[in-house]
């Protein structure tokens, strides 16, 4: 082993790393014990194998310098753009699509992802986020060097490129159907836009025009609902979420029951395999719901503290590295770890409205945990590659 090496695993951030396993364990544990009813299959079996080749790909992404991730930043982002071509050519009927046997996967009427013959499927838009905080870390960081005197016409010209970048993705993978993924790229790009150094006020102005445009929508689907882009089912989302006691059908069971769940752990928890709710696929996007039910009060909190001690790591690895495009793309992993988590949570208790977001490194899923594998070893790259510098 070279010298090269050896400096690399000295400065590995290992407390990272065991936050990993501990993930690893409580998801476990969890989707094991999750009430399955009537679904055949080892999940949590597959679950781990998932996160062994997660674990495969933090190893290939540590023999490569992230600052090479720049000479590839434009072949990434053109990889996935033109997945999601490929899903939308699938939606639109120009290629063939259906629910099991296809290639192109459409399920409960998204169209999101690719069958895989004895692999199962894998959904490009996840990875999608990966590429995407690889290419608007590439971009604002050759702005900086193209532009290193920053004027108001220079701020508007990088967040027309951070904006432009971000709206075809954020485009192909909404029209799939997809409301969970486009709003943890936008967050992906909130989080570039916020640390790009854009004036504020110009931040600002944009954040509330974005808030005005939604308002006139409103009002717009209030008193003209056939000229509104919003939907009558994407009303009757926001509408279950408020008041699920009135919408006690489809639209708002997985919320009535995650609540019935939650609030019977109490303190403590109904113990390993406990507890009489039943909650829809839990193993998946609601797994909170499962942990809170089984291990309570306790064993939630200390999920919740997890993430926060991973976001604490990655704000930590941000910090240390000398290197701006890394602390650019820890940024961005930092705004897609945040948004997710929050998100999954809150829409488990009634403080935000249910998506399709499942709960990075403990929800049951390959596309989903290998996407949170490889940012976490994008991570890790960044925090074992700082340079330090005699009288800093």
């Known amino acids: 082993m070279d010298k090269d090496n050896n400096s690399t695993l000295q400065q590995l951030d290992y407390t990272l790393l065991f936050i990993i396993f501990l993930f690893l364990c409580i998801s476990l544990v969890s989707i094991y014990s999750a009430p399955k009813q009537d679904y055949v299959g080892n999940v949590a079996l597959m679950q781990f194998i998932w996160y062994v080749l997660g674990g495969l790909a933090i190893a290939i992404i540590m023999l490569i310098d992230f600052d090479r991730f720049r000479h590839i930043a434009w072949y990434l982002y053109g990889l996935g753009v033109f997945l999601l071509l490929i899903l939308f050519l699938g939606q639109i009927g120009i290629l063939p699509s259906c629910d099991n046997g296809c290639f192109i996967v459409t399920n409960n009427g998204a169209t999101s992802w690719f069958n895989i013959p004895k692999a199962g499927t894998i959904q490009p838009s996840e990875f999608m986020k990966i590429f ?12 900086h060097e193209l532009y290193p005197e920053k004027t108001v016409r220079d701020d508007l010209l990088l967040l027309g490129k951070i904006v432009g970048l971000s709206i075809i993705p954020l485009g192909l993978v909404a029209v799939q159907p997809d409301l969970g993924t486009t709003a943890i790229l936008a967050a992906i790009m909130l989080s570039l836009l916020l640390i790009s150094g854009i004036r504020w006020r110009i931040l600002l102005a944009v954040g509330l025009i974005l808030i005005l445009i939604v308002g006139v929508n409103l009002l717009i689907y209030k008193y003209f609902p056939e000229y509104a882009f919003i939907k009558d089912y994407q009303m009757d989302r926001i509408y279950s979420w408020l008041w699920p006691e009135q919408y006690t059908d489809n639209r708002a069971f997985q919320l009535l029951h995650s609540l019935n769940a ?43 503290s997890l993430y926060f001690l991973l976001i604490y790591r990655i704000i930590h690895a941000a910090l240390e590295t000398h290197d701006r495009f890394g602390s650019f793309l820890c940024s961005g992993v930092i705004g897609m770890f945040t948004f997710q988590v929050f998100q999954n949570i809150g829409m488990t208790i009634q403080v935000l409205p249910i998506t399709g977001i499942p709960l990075p490194f403990i929800s049951y899923g390959g596309s989903s945990l290998i996407t949170s594998m490889i940012a976490v070893g994008i991570v890790l790259n960044v925090h074992s590659r700082r340079r330090t510098y005699m009288f800093e």
């Open 132 to 143: 995407l905080i690889v290419i608007l870390s590439h971009v604002t960081m050759k702005h």
């Open 262 to 304: 939650v609030g019977s752990g109490q303190l403590y928890g109904a113990g390993f395999q406990g507890g009489n709710v039943y909650v829809p696929a839990a193993w998946t996007d609601f797994i909170f719901a499962v942990i809170a039910m089984q291990f309570g009060f306790l064993g939630a909190s200390l999920v919740i």
